[in-house]
């Protein structure tokens, strides 16, 4: 079974940049489609980035400024984040899913979930 655990959050400026690193536990990694989602207060969870053996996601909200990447030998993914604004403001959830050729991302289809890291973008 997949245990996610989230790092790299904080407090950042506007047009600041974060790495965010999500270790995740588990011999077949490099099997799953791992993504990053996001929930802003009083809001629901929304998709932010995800890649699997069919490529590589983004929300239109964050395209050209968030980055996702893994690191198969470390059962690692990142989610390097520039430009960040004040509505990138939320908790970012790492989450993984057994269908390697994930291509549609939904928060309530992922099989494992990580507890989060708060955002948070001051302006």
């Known amino acids: 079974q997949g245990q996610l655990v989230e790092s790299g959050g904080g407090l950042v400026q506007a047009g600041g940049s974060l790495r965010l690193s999500c270790a995740v536990s588990?011999?077949?990694?490099?099997?799953?489609?791992t993504g990053w989602f996001r929930q802003a207060p009083g809001k629901e969870r929304e998709f932010v980035a995800g890649?699997?053996?069919?490529?590589?996601y983004y929300e239109d909200s964050v395209k050209g400024r968030f980055t996702i990447s893994r690191d198969n030998a470390k059962n690692t993914v990142y989610l390097q984040m520039n430009s960040l604004k004040p509505e990138d403001t939320a908790v970012y959830y790492c989450a993984a899913d057994l269908r390697s050729f994930l291509s549609t991302w939904s928060s309530r289809g992922m099989d494992y979930w990580g507890k989060g890291t708060l955002v948070t973008v001051s302006s």
């Open positions: 588990g011999r077949t990694f490099s099997m799953y489609a």
């Open positions: 890649i699997s053996r069919s490529g590589i």
